[in-house]
């Protein structure tokens, strides 16, 4: 039963179609046909060459669309082929796609509804069972938007590339002949059947031809890589020489900068060594303070305890003296006489006395004399015995030792030299281990800075949650809220400028670090729009206390954007920074050209192609401010050719969100964690090292000592020696006999006045002795009188010694006292002064070496040494080229080699395994075309079969020729007759039969999920043309797992519809 479908489904009486639609269907069930992801459910076409507007929607699995010429059948085909990404140069429907759009249009848009389930369905849970491509073309662009199966539109952005992955996924090659075949395509390769041309319509249906194509670009490339690496593996020998020239430049300056540090290190071990003298002094005046505290606590015992003796002894001294009073009225006269005659005895006995001293002065020079004489006489008869044989040996005696001695005290001396020199090496390396653990101590100090700098950074990432401000600064979030909430601005402030600025999808990082690093502080400043809005937003800050204050440019708001086409870099050669930042706010853009000036300035990945460009004034493009190079250095272009280092400080606030910016912190954070572990190692190592340099210096100061102790010890004992040698000489007899002469006449004299002063002595003291008989008996008669006095008396002396001493004592125990208060407070006083000024040393020690330093030398001879080694580091440093220049060079020449070198290194084994695999695959290649060649032969005689013709195809690889032999008597075969027969003499039905063989063959080696044929039977006769519809339609039908499309101008009446196959009919528009 037939019958007729509306014109379009989708069209309202308002818009009918400008084409006639005639669906012929048959109700029947049929067998399960798989429904494969790629499908074509429907086509719309609005305003796309001969089609106003027309809605195709084929069957899955056969659709007929038949049409007179000129129907517009070919325009739906062309339809698939735009949509899914073809050109018109793909559908051979001229060169530009604006000849698509129908005329008198301004555009055209082409929908294509793909089915997607399946095994190879993309992405199901974001696109849903179907997905929708609408393409649209203007006279000037074509844009692309991917919908899901409710209508949504799911990608706007490098739709293009999201539309290659679906297609790849379907496995849809719209520019591949046995996919979509179209009838320039059917008449090119096979109506003519040219060798040549069918042989690149099999390389190209199978895709071989795009494999091939692959391979021999990759041995392109490979030769490219082979003779850019002999140029780099040129090149490097000299790159090497310079490098080792720079090398040793920097080796003198790194060692000047460890003298550097040296001498840091010494005026830090002087600072110390002043510090440690101070708090000696400071400690010695604490102990005085003490010791006059523990002082005073005595004084007050004392002064108590002899205020209180004295008190009772004066008691006791009244009560003595009223009892001596009385009893020396009875005793006044006796002790007259008895004083006068002591005083007499006394008188008498001083002269006996002094005669009886006399006599004794006398005898003691008699024996000195007499001594004396004897010792002459015996030494002159001993000389006149031996003469001068003694002096001669111990003058020889004494010669040997000094001698001796000499030979001693050399052995010690170079003993001594040796130790000493042994004991300055030493020295030399404790004080090199030290310069090292200071250093590495400065080093953690720096690690553990960068980490706390970097663990705050995240943390305040982290509270800012995924609000980007808050990479701006902690603050930032908070800065912006409240410049939203002020309602005082004129127009509102614009910032950070950072969070405004982008940069363009697939832009390197480097070229992201270059931007960041070139726009700097630019990306946390403000735009206002007048200087009252500059005022307010300035008080905004300060309001809010923000460590730092963001700077703020003021301009009036404009809407249109500078020109910097006259200003921009005229270049290809290398990136311009301009051309990758995407802003849409055109103040923020001109602040960027105004302040940045990032249309003049390049970059330029390697320092030798940043020299060889910009040293050259004919090879600077014009308008080159200067260039970024590696992210490290700036190089400015001749005539003022120069170069600085620029430490790279970029954070990646262009490029990355909040969560790429959290975990670049963390993973920053815990590099420099690790890294200041590392350093820990080395202290912990170091100072290890130190400390045994310390006790071998300790040892050998001992060995030392005790060395230059016996050197001492021999050099006095060489002195002696050498004394005594002076002080004797030979003997002289005569000048001892004239001091026996002279002792002898004196020892006469002497004599003679002893025997004189003998009878005086003997009367002197006869007289002494009446008068002492005389004054003992006075003495004794007052004796007994004096017995009830002298107790008396004694005691009352005692009682007066004893005040007289608790007196002085207790005056004493004050003044001492008061001694004591007073020094204590001058103590205290000198402690608080010291403690302040080693406050000051101390502070200033720390500013060289925050680590105390343990030195044993005095602080003049630290002075010394510190004076000895800044001039000499002043000497070394005015005869040296300057430090930064050196680094920089010495570090811009290692990265060069280094890189150089891992490029040729990594170039060798590039070009040895794409040498090796290219091989590999030459190999595959030609196993898979001789395995398709087969395949695709086998199914063709199969092809065959149906009509009973027999044939094959001849493959001809070398000559890349396709000669397909048809011979359509099957009685040649039974007859052993010649097969071959040139296609070119069989009928046109036959031709095309065979060609549609061709193609039945090829369909059974791809797999795409739908099969479009445009025109294929076009020159077959009526019986061919049948048998060839019955040969697709019986293949579909049988295999029933593809979409077959089919497009023909002849009538399809005699085709029989089902529920597998569907008739569309296109008709002419009238007039």
Known sequence: MKRKDPPTAQASPAKAPKHRVEVEELEEESRFWERRAGMILEVKLRNFMCHELYHFIPNQRLTFLSGENGSGKSAVLTAIVFALGGSARTSNRGSSNKGFIRTGQNSAVVEIKLLNVGESSYKPDLYGESITVRRTVTQSSSTYKILDHMGKVVVEKKVREELDRILMSFNIQVDNPIAVLNQDTAKTFLFKCEPDKLYTFFMRATQLESCKNDYNAAAVEKVQSETFLTEKTKSLPELKRELEKWEKKYQFHMNLNTRRGDVKAKKGELSWAVVRDWEGELEEERKKVEVENRKLPLCERNIEKNGDEEKNMRERKKEVEGEIQSIAKNQEGEETKLRELKQEFTAKNEIAKASRKAVNVLKRNQETIEKEKTALSEEIERLRATGTAEYEEKHRVRVEQIRKTEEMVAALG????????????????????????????????????????????????????????????????????????????????????????????????????????????????????????????????????????????????????????????????????????????????????????????????????????????????????????????????????????????????????????????????????????????????????????????????????????????????????????????????????????????????????????????????????????????????????????????????????????????????????????????????????????LEELVEKAKYWSEERIQSRKKVDSLKREVVKMEESLKQQEETQEPRELVTQKFDSLSKVYERARAQVKYMDETVTFLESMLLQRKHGFKIIRNTTSKNINRNFTTQLNARKYIGKLEFDHHAHTLTIIVNPDSKAAAAALDLKRDIRSLSGGEKSYSSVSLILALWNAMTPPFRVLDEFDVFMDAVNRRISLDNIINYASVDRKFQFIFLTPLNTDNIGISNDLKIIKLYKKAG
Request: net charge negative.
């Open 414 to 837: 170079a003993q001594s030299e040796t130790s000493s020199n042994h004991l300055n090496h030493l020295q030399a390396n404790s004080r090199e281990t030290e310069v090292r653990v200071m250093q590495l101590k400065a080093d953690k100090q720096r690690e553990w800075g960068k980490a706390m700098k970097t663990q705050q950074e995240l943390e305040a990432l982290k509270k800012g949650g995924k609000n980007k401000l808050a990479a701006f600064g902690p603050w930032m979030p908070k800065v912006v809220t409240e410049i939203n909430k002020n309602k005082k601005f004129r127009s509102p402030p614009i910032g950070p400028l950072g969070a405004h600025i982008n940069v363009k999808e697939g832009t390197s990082e480097n070229i992201a670090k270059a931007i960041e690093g070139e726009l700097g502080g630019l990306m946390h400043s403000f735009l206002v729009s007048c200087s009252q809005d500059q005022k307010e937003l300035f008080n905004l800050f300060s309001k809010l206390g923000l460590p730092q204050k963001p700077s703020i440019f003021t301009c009036p708001f404009t809407e249109s954007r500078h020109d910097i086409q006259a200003k921009r870099v005229d270049t290809d050669m290398f990136p311009v920074l301009i051309d990758y930042v995407d802003i849409e706010d055109s103040n923020v853009f001109n602040r960027v050209v105004d302040s940045g000036s990032l249309e003049r300035i390049l970059f330029i990945p390697t320092t030798g192609e940043a020299e060889s460009v910009l040293s050259k004034p004919e090879l600077i493009p014009t308008n080159t401010l200067h260039a970024t190079v590696a992210n490290s250095y700036q190089y400015y272009p001749a005539p003022n050719y120069r170069s600085y280092y620029k430490e790279d400080r970029s954070r990646g606030l262009l490029k990355a969100n909040i969560e790429e910016l959290v975990e670049q912190y963390k993973q920053q954070l815990a590099q420099e964690e690790l890294q200041e572990r590392e350093v820990e190692k080395l202290i912990k190592q170091a100072n290890e090292e130190r400390m045994n340099h310390m006790k071998q210096i300790d040892a050998e100061e001992r060995k030392l000592k005790l060395v230059r102790d016996k050197i001492r010890v021999k050099n006095n004992e060489i002195l002696n020696l050498k004394n005594e040698e002076e002080n004797e000489a030979p003997p002289d007899i005569s000048a001892l006999e004239d001091d026996l002469d002279s002792r002898k006449e004196s020892l006469d004299v002497v004599v003679t006045k002893l025997d004189e002063e003998n009878v005086k002595c003997i009367a002197t003291t006869e007289t002494a002795q009446a008068a002492k008989n005389a004054f003992t008996e006075a003495d004794q008669s007052n004796a007994a009188r004096r017995e009830g006095v002298e107790p008396l008396s004694g005691e009352l002396e005692q009682l007066e010694n004893g005040i007289k001493k608790a007196k002085r004592d207790k005056e004493h125990y004050m003044t001492k006292r008061d001694e004591y208060k007073e020094k204590i407070t001058k103590y205290k006083k000198e402690v608080e002064e010291k403690e302040e000024r």
